[in-house]
Protein backbone atom coordinates (compact mmCIF):
# COMPACT_ATOMS: atom_id res chain seq x y z
CA UNK A 1 0.00 0.00 0.00
CA UNK A 2 0.87 3.40 -0.24
CA UNK A 3 3.44 4.39 2.77
CA UNK A 4 2.65 7.57 4.31
CA UNK A 5 6.02 9.63 4.40
CA UNK A 6 7.60 10.47 7.79
CA UNK A 7 9.85 13.43 8.37
CA UNK A 8 12.83 13.27 10.36
CA UNK A 9 13.68 10.15 10.49
CA UNK A 10 15.75 11.34 14.16
CA UNK A 11 15.61 13.94 16.37
CA UNK A 12 18.00 14.22 19.01
CA UNK A 13 16.84 17.72 21.55
CA UNK A 14 17.66 18.94 24.97
CA UNK A 15 15.53 18.34 27.24
CA UNK A 16 12.57 21.25 27.57
CA UNK A 17 12.95 22.05 24.15
CA UNK A 18 10.11 21.65 21.56
CA UNK A 19 9.67 18.35 18.87
CA UNK A 20 7.60 17.98 15.90
CA UNK A 21 7.05 15.08 13.12
CA UNK A 22 5.87 15.37 10.23
CA UNK A 23 3.67 13.27 8.12
CA UNK A 24 2.75 13.91 4.04
CA UNK A 25 0.61 12.03 1.67
CA UNK A 26 0.28 12.31 -1.89
CA UNK A 27 -3.33 11.27 -1.45
CA UNK A 28 -6.31 12.61 0.75
CA UNK A 29 -6.53 10.70 3.74
CA UNK A 30 -9.90 9.89 5.51
CA UNK A 31 -8.15 9.77 8.74
CA UNK A 32 -4.96 9.25 10.52
CA UNK A 33 -3.78 8.15 13.61
CA UNK A 34 -0.33 8.64 15.58
CA UNK A 35 1.25 5.67 17.72
CA UNK A 36 3.90 6.54 20.15
CA UNK A 37 6.59 2.90 20.87
CA UNK A 38 9.02 3.45 23.66
CA UNK A 39 12.52 1.25 23.43
CA UNK A 40 11.97 -2.17 23.34
CA UNK A 41 8.27 -1.64 23.55
CA UNK A 42 5.21 -1.78 21.40
CA UNK A 43 3.42 0.90 19.93
CA UNK A 44 0.37 2.30 21.95
CA UNK A 45 -2.01 4.45 20.11
CA UNK A 46 -2.25 8.08 21.28
CA UNK A 47 -5.02 9.47 19.05
CA UNK A 48 -6.73 9.76 15.96
CA UNK A 49 -7.73 12.79 13.30
CA UNK A 50 -10.72 12.92 11.07
CA UNK A 51 -11.91 16.02 10.16
CA UNK A 52 -9.80 18.66 7.90
CA UNK A 53 -7.69 20.95 9.67
CA UNK A 54 -8.08 19.68 13.17
CA UNK A 55 -6.29 20.31 16.23
CA UNK A 56 -5.95 18.15 19.20
CA UNK A 57 -4.00 18.25 22.27
CA UNK A 58 -3.21 15.96 24.94
CA UNK A 59 -1.53 18.19 27.78
CA UNK A 60 2.30 19.06 25.65
CA UNK A 61 1.18 17.24 22.96
CA UNK A 62 -0.71 18.81 19.75
CA UNK A 63 -1.90 16.78 16.85
CA UNK A 64 -2.76 18.55 13.62
CA UNK A 65 -4.54 17.74 10.22
CA UNK A 66 -3.76 19.29 7.62
CA UNK A 67 -6.78 21.32 5.16
CA UNK A 68 -6.71 18.94 2.43
CA UNK A 69 -6.31 16.17 4.51
CA UNK A 70 -2.88 15.10 3.15
CA UNK A 71 -0.78 15.63 5.96
CA UNK A 72 -0.08 16.13 9.86
CA UNK A 73 1.84 16.98 12.37
CA UNK A 74 2.59 15.99 16.46
CA UNK A 75 4.25 18.58 18.02
CA UNK A 76 5.32 18.28 21.95
CA UNK A 77 6.29 21.58 23.91
CA UNK A 78 9.01 21.70 26.35
CA UNK A 79 10.31 17.64 25.92
CA UNK A 80 10.86 15.56 28.82
CA UNK A 81 12.69 12.18 29.25
CA UNK A 82 9.57 10.09 29.62
CA UNK A 83 8.59 11.52 25.43
CA UNK A 84 11.59 9.37 24.41
CA UNK A 85 10.53 6.55 21.70
CA UNK A 86 9.75 6.51 17.62
CA UNK A 87 6.33 8.07 17.04
CA UNK A 88 4.38 6.50 13.64
CA UNK A 89 1.77 7.90 11.99
CA UNK A 90 -1.25 5.89 10.21
CA UNK A 91 -3.33 6.05 7.53
CA UNK A 92 -6.01 3.52 6.63
CA UNK A 93 -4.86 2.81 3.32
CA UNK A 94 -7.02 -0.04 1.69
CA UNK A 95 -10.22 0.43 3.63
CA UNK A 96 -11.56 -0.69 6.61
CA UNK A 97 -9.65 -0.85 9.23
CA UNK A 98 -6.00 -1.96 7.90
CA UNK A 99 -3.63 0.79 8.76
CA UNK A 100 -0.29 1.18 6.37
CA UNK A 101 2.39 3.22 9.58
CA UNK A 102 4.99 5.74 8.59
CA UNK A 103 8.56 5.19 8.61
CA UNK A 104 8.75 6.90 12.14
CA UNK A 105 10.90 9.67 13.62
CA UNK A 106 13.16 8.39 16.81
CA UNK A 107 12.99 11.00 19.36
CA UNK A 108 16.14 11.13 21.83
CA UNK A 109 15.76 13.52 24.77
CA UNK A 110 19.23 14.71 26.35
CA UNK A 111 19.74 15.92 29.88
CA UNK B 1 -8.35 -6.84 32.15
CA UNK B 2 -8.67 -7.02 28.65
CA UNK B 3 -5.90 -6.84 26.33
CA UNK B 4 -4.15 -8.94 23.64
CA UNK B 5 -1.41 -11.49 24.78
CA UNK B 6 1.89 -12.31 22.94
CA UNK B 7 3.57 -15.55 23.51
CA UNK B 8 6.10 -16.26 23.77
CA UNK B 9 8.16 -12.94 24.37
CA UNK B 10 11.08 -14.42 22.74
CA UNK B 11 11.64 -17.04 20.33
CA UNK B 12 14.66 -18.80 18.82
CA UNK B 13 14.24 -21.29 15.89
CA UNK B 14 16.74 -23.42 13.95
CA UNK B 15 16.70 -21.84 10.19
CA UNK B 16 14.82 -24.36 8.19
CA UNK B 17 11.60 -25.05 11.24
CA UNK B 18 8.61 -24.23 11.44
CA UNK B 19 7.58 -21.66 14.19
CA UNK B 20 3.97 -20.88 15.59
CA UNK B 21 3.30 -17.11 17.22
CA UNK B 22 0.57 -17.17 19.31
CA UNK B 23 -1.84 -14.14 19.78
CA UNK B 24 -5.01 -14.05 21.69
CA UNK B 25 -6.89 -11.08 22.86
CA UNK B 26 -10.19 -10.39 25.09
CA UNK B 27 -11.63 -7.17 23.90
CA UNK B 28 -14.22 -8.55 21.94
CA UNK B 29 -12.43 -6.70 18.64
CA UNK B 30 -13.39 -8.21 15.58
CA UNK B 31 -10.26 -7.20 13.06
CA UNK B 32 -6.59 -8.39 14.37
CA UNK B 33 -3.43 -8.03 12.54
CA UNK B 34 0.06 -9.39 12.53
CA UNK B 35 2.56 -6.63 11.90
CA UNK B 36 6.76 -7.05 11.24
CA UNK B 37 9.30 -4.60 12.54
CA UNK B 38 13.18 -4.99 11.42
CA UNK B 39 15.70 -2.96 13.53
CA UNK B 40 14.91 0.65 13.47
CA UNK B 41 12.24 0.23 10.36
CA UNK B 42 8.36 0.71 10.92
CA UNK B 43 5.68 -1.46 10.65
CA UNK B 44 4.75 -3.63 8.11
CA UNK B 45 2.02 -5.68 7.20
CA UNK B 46 1.76 -9.32 7.09
CA UNK B 47 -1.65 -10.47 7.43
CA UNK B 48 -4.80 -9.61 8.52
CA UNK B 49 -8.90 -10.86 9.95
CA UNK B 50 -11.87 -9.07 10.33
CA UNK B 51 -13.88 -11.95 10.88
CA UNK B 52 -13.58 -15.36 11.90
CA UNK B 53 -12.71 -17.92 9.41
CA UNK B 54 -11.58 -15.37 7.30
CA UNK B 55 -8.20 -13.49 6.54
CA UNK B 56 -6.50 -11.68 3.72
CA UNK B 57 -2.79 -11.07 2.96
CA UNK B 58 -0.85 -7.69 4.04
CA UNK B 59 2.28 -6.08 2.18
CA UNK B 60 4.58 -9.40 3.07
CA UNK B 61 2.64 -12.32 3.49
CA UNK B 62 5.18 -14.28 1.72
CA UNK B 63 6.28 -17.24 3.94
CA UNK B 64 4.12 -16.78 6.55
CA UNK B 65 0.50 -18.66 7.48
CA UNK B 66 -2.27 -17.54 10.00
CA UNK B 67 -5.53 -18.90 10.84
CA UNK B 68 -9.02 -17.33 12.51
CA UNK B 69 -10.58 -20.36 14.26
CA UNK B 70 -12.02 -18.20 17.30
CA UNK B 71 -12.62 -14.45 17.14
CA UNK B 72 -10.51 -14.33 20.15
CA UNK B 73 -7.07 -15.83 18.64
CA UNK B 74 -5.05 -15.47 15.43
CA UNK B 75 -1.79 -17.76 15.68
CA UNK B 76 0.67 -16.94 13.03
CA UNK B 77 2.95 -19.60 11.40
CA UNK B 78 6.21 -19.13 10.18
CA UNK B 79 7.30 -21.41 7.67
CA UNK B 80 10.69 -22.04 6.31
CA UNK B 81 10.10 -20.46 3.05
CA UNK B 82 10.38 -16.91 4.98
CA UNK B 83 13.77 -16.19 3.93
CA UNK B 84 14.64 -13.50 6.74
CA UNK B 85 12.71 -14.48 9.76
CA UNK B 86 14.64 -12.88 12.47
CA UNK B 87 12.32 -9.74 13.45
CA UNK B 88 9.97 -8.34 15.75
CA UNK B 89 6.39 -9.77 15.05
CA UNK B 90 3.47 -7.59 16.87
CA UNK B 91 -0.29 -8.46 16.50
CA UNK B 92 -3.04 -6.30 17.11
CA UNK B 93 -6.66 -6.04 17.52
CA UNK B 94 -9.14 -3.55 17.18
CA UNK B 95 -13.06 -2.63 16.31
CA UNK B 96 -13.88 -2.38 12.40
CA UNK B 97 -13.58 1.10 11.68
CA UNK B 98 -11.76 3.84 12.43
CA UNK B 99 -10.49 2.91 15.35
CA UNK B 100 -7.19 2.89 17.06
CA UNK B 101 -5.07 -0.80 17.01
CA UNK B 102 -4.29 -2.67 20.57
CA UNK B 103 -0.96 -4.18 20.41
CA UNK B 104 -0.02 -6.91 22.20
CA UNK B 105 3.66 -6.61 23.37
CA UNK B 106 5.42 -8.74 20.68
CA UNK B 107 7.61 -11.73 20.01
CA UNK B 108 11.28 -11.44 19.12
CA UNK B 109 12.15 -14.47 16.76
CA UNK B 110 16.00 -14.99 16.02
CA UNK B 111 16.24 -17.87 13.27
CA UNK B 112 19.94 -18.84 13.64
Known amino acids: GQQVMQIPQYQHVQEGEDFTTYCNSS?????IQWYKQRPGGHPVFLIQ?????EVKKQKRLTFQFGEAKKNSSLHITATQTTDVGTYFCADPTGGGNKLTFGTGTQLKVEL | DGGITQSPKYLFRKEGQNVTLSCEQNLNHDAMYWYRQDPGQGLRLIYY???????QKGDIAEGYSVSREKKESFPLTVTSAQKNPTAFYLC???????????FGSGTRLTVV
Open chain 1, 27 to 31: TTLSN
Open chain 2, 92 to 102: ASSLLSNYGYT
Open chain 1, 49 to 53: LVKSG
Open chain 2, 49 to 55: SQIVNDF
